[in-house]
């Protein structure tokens, strides 16, 4: 049986794009189905806009085909994610 993680240890780890190096910032949501108990996405919520006075950019969603390697904090998506 493969390495197991909880949800809420990801919702610790900084997200870094192994492309460019951008830090994409934390997750704090994810996208499961119900039927596999499998996770399909991460979502990191958006960047905020003018000290959160004008709300937030969209949020990021990762599809869990894109994670590559997770760290004891960092997790690394292999390419960054359009719109972020």
Sequence with gaps: MGE???LFELGCKEVVCLSD?????????AEIDLETGRIIALIIPGR???LGLLGRD???I?????IGT???DILFVKTRPRGS
């Design 4 to 6: 197991t993680r909880r």
């Design 21 to 29: 190096g951008a830090r994409l910032g934390y997750v704090r949501d």
């Design 48 to 50: 905020l806009r003018w």
């Design 58 to 60: 969209p949020p990021i």
């Design 62 to 66: 990762l599809p869990w085909e894109s």
């Design 70 to 72: 997770m760290g004891d």
